[in-house]
């Protein structure tokens, strides 16, 4: 049977502890000298530990003889939903957007400052949990144009502060009502930096956001469905996130006071091939000149090819490139094969180094944020850079012909590569920054440049 002690240890400390089942470390100060535990904290207890209540009924007194036990797993004071990871870890806090029991997914964190409804609605965080570190999330509200895809692909998120009424004057909808729209669950009052720090030391761990409607929390069924979620390593995505038809594009960038505009004097041709685009590359394409075709990321390569491209373009998107490239690796490479010239961007980028022969990987906890230092080798000058990604390309894989152009600053992964003779190039980042900063814009043009080539 565990003691007192036992069982804070297990809780990773006084602190942790304390966190964990919603008191003060002064509570936890006094269980100790008591060697007890109340039983009111028996429930968050056993979800936190694992522990079955046999092993922890010593640690305070079993309640009289036909008293009644607590209600089964009550929240703290307060809380409203539950972060619940797959090792038992549970984070409490104020439920916001749609109510249920949650979708098990990959808990990520991001580190931008702004463009959270941008974030919220990139295709590439499908099958992930997002917990931003920068607290005033909410603070702009929500409106129609600041949106990456139609659809929040995204399975929660998780935040620090409350969401505030929207101080913007492009808002129209506040975030959580606009979350409850789009069946999307939120969590607020979770403690991000420690939860920040979990996952950089321990990497992406499997987890769910449960807001139950009636505020009742089957913790011990929540943990198992957390548990048992696979992971992203071997799945595709993509498929749900891309396109079902192909379709035309001629939205350019957002430019003050007009909004957005609209390309009427293309000079070249691009397919894009969608595997989870996001909007502003495509605005990013057509504003370099571009008219754009975009087409499932299913597509084969003969059916790219019929649409006579000056160039193909490979998008971002999410999942496991190895498991999306089983149909994806032949079109690129068949494309390739017809001399078009092919620029990548994130899983694009990971898809087009599969198609060169080369390798990917799981990383531990990815690159996501908007401010990732990354140097072109190219031309030794360093970018500022927003990145959303999980899996990389191995550099050491690549086979001869194929260079690598950029490497991360933090990390020294890979980010980015080219193949002059073949015509292509791709980058791990996101140069259209929506979020982020501008500084890898010039890539769109070097895309055009090598077209123009081409021709």
């Given amino acids: 049977m565990a003691s007192v002690d036992d069982i804070i240890d297990r809780l990773g400390g006084a602190e942790a502890a304390a966190r964990l089942l919603g008191v003060g470390t002064e509570a936890v100060r006094k269980w100790r000298q008591a060697k007890a ?7 968050a207890l056993i979800g936190a530990t694992g522990l079955a209540l046999e092993e922890i009924a010593g640690a305070a007194a079993r309640p009289a003889e036909n008293a009644p036990m607590p209600e089964p797993f009550l929240p703290p004071p307060g809380a409203t939903a539950c972060l619940v990871l797959g090792d038992g870890t549970l984070f409490w806090g104020r439920g916001f957007g749609a109510t249920g029991e949650g979708t098990p997914a990959e808990v990520c964190f991001n580190t931008a400052m702004t463009g959270y409804q941008e974030t919220l609605t990139d295709p590439s965080y499908a099958g992930q949990i997002i917990t931003f570190t920068f607290p005033h999330i ?6 129609a144009e600041d ?38 669950p939120g969590i607020a009052g979770v403690d991000t930096r420690a939860l920040t720090t979990r996952i950089r030391d321990g990497g992406a761990p ?8 009636d505020g009742r929390f089957d913790i011990p069924a929540l943990v198992e469905r957390a548990r048992a979620w ?7 995505l993509a498929r749900e996130v891309c396109c079902s038809a192909p379709y035309a594009w001629d939205e350019t960038r957002w430019a003050w006071p007009a909004g957005f505009g609209r390309q009427t004097e293309a000079k070249y041709h691009v397919v894009a091939v969608d595997f ?24 084969s390569a003969e059916q790219i090819l019929a649409l006579a491209p000056d ?3 490979l998008s971002n998107g999410p999942g496991d490139p190895a498991a999306t490239g089983v149909y994806a690796v032949p079109a690129i490479q068949g494309v390739l094969a017809a001399g078009k010239p092919v620029f990548g961007i994130c899983l694009g980028h990971q898809l087009l180094a599969l198609a060169l022969g080369g390798h990917t990987f799981k990383m531990a906890r990815g690159h996501r944020g908007a ?10 000058k360093v970018e500022i850079t927003s990145q959303n990604h999980g899996f990389a390309v191995d550099p050491e894989s690549l086979p001869a012909g194929v260079s690598v152009t950029h490497v991360s600053l933090f990390d020294s992964s890979n980010e980015g590569i080219a193949c002059p003779e073949k015509r292509c190039f791709s980058v791990q980042y996101h140069p259209e920054a929506s979020p982020g900063p501008h500084d890898a814009s010039y890539l769109f043009r070097r895309f055009t440049d090598l077209i123009e080539g081409a021709r």
């Fill in 371 to 380: 401010n990732q230092p990354v140097k072109d080798l190219t031309t030794g």
């Fill in 37 to 43: 535990i109340p039983a009111r904290h028996w429930p």
């Fill in 276 to 299: 989870g685009a996001k909007r502003n590359i495509l605005r990013s394409l057509a504003s370099a000149g571009c008219r754009v075709t975009v087409v499932p990321g299913t597509a």
């Fill in 230 to 236: 696979p992971g992203l390593e071997g799945m595709d």
């Fill in 311 to 313: 160039g193909v373009f």
């Fill in 206 to 213: 499997n987890g769910l956001i449960a807001f139950p409607a």
């Fill in 147 to 184: 949106i990456e895809a139609p659809r929040v692909a995204c399975r929660g998120l998780v935040v620090k502060q409350d969401v505030t009424e929207p101080a913007n004057w492009r808002a129209h909808e506040n975030l959580a009502a606009w979350l409850a729209e789009k069946g999307i």
């Fill in 138 to 143: 909410g603070n702009v509200g929500t409106n």
